[in-house]
């Protein structure tokens, strides 16, 4: 079955700096990848996605790159703020499609130093 | 998300104990899951559920059952709770039906602190 690996588990930035998450999937047949914020407290929202048959998805100061070939998607915070503190999860959607199935990966807690 | 509840909010059990963790959904979404969050292991897929008469066992159903009472209603039983299962549960909803760019989303209810003793 599909296998989804994020790095790293935690992250610590200064604000205004970038910040990038990585992550890995294993079923080439996977074809929707959702990245989801879980603040404290709080379950986990949807903050961003892509499917697979787009390289790259921007939202304001967030960004999405995938690389089929490679089976590796990353998740970008561009100008990071306080508030972007949390924790990030990847996900893939493994095939049969349209199931509504997700693989998350581990997570990634990262810490935005005012 | 107000439109996804989950009861309680936190429990402590002893071993052996039987409990039902209950969740309620007021978006009208025909999916929904249940998920157990550990450190440094993600989210885990228990069960999931398309429609009353669907329910499906995820990556990791061993010791867990559930029931779906209603479309809006899904509920996690420990039939006897070990402390290995002690973890973040969290309910969650889709919506096959709805806007195209929208039927994989997933959303998430605040989640039930579990303590097993």
């Known amino acids: 079955g599909e296998n989804v690996e994020q790095h790293p588990s935690t992250l610590s930035v200064q604000e205004g700096d970038s910040a990038v998450i990585k992550c890995t999937y294993s079923?080439?047949?996977?074809?929707?990848f959702p990245w989801y914020k879980q603040e404290l407290g709080k379950g986990p929202q949807l903050i961003i996605d892509i499917r697979s048959n787009v390289g790259e998805k921007k939202d304001q100061r967030i960004a999405v790159t995938l690389n089929k070939t490679a089976k590796h998607f990353s998740l970008h915070i561009t100008e990071t703020q306080p508030e972007d503190s949390a924790v990030y999860f990847c996900a893939a959607s493994p095939p049969p499609g349209n199931t509504g199935k997700l693989i998350f990966g581990q997570g990634t807690t990262l810490q935005v130093k005012p | 998300d107000a439109d996804v509840t989950q009861t309680p909010r936190n429990r402590i059990t002893k071993t052996g104990k039987r409990i039902m963790l209950e969740c309620s959904q007021t978006?009208?979404?025909?999916?929904m899951y249940w998920y157990r969050q550990d450190p440094g292991l993600g989210l885990r897929l228990i069960y999931y559920?398309?429609?009353?008469?669907?329910?499906n066992k995820g990556e990791i159903s061993d010791g867990y059952s559930v029931s779906r009472q209603a479309q809006a209603k899904f509920s996690l039983s420990l039939e006897s709770a070990i402390p290995n299962q002690t973890a973040l549960y969290f309910c969650a909803t889709s919506d096959l039906s709805g806007d195209r760019g929208k039927r994989e989303t997933q959303y998430f209810g605040p989640g039930t602190r579990l303590l097993v003793l």
């Open positions: 079923d080439s047949a996977s074809n929707y």
């Open positions: 559920s398309f429609d009353v008469k669907d329910i």
């Open positions: 978006k009208g979404h025909d999916r």
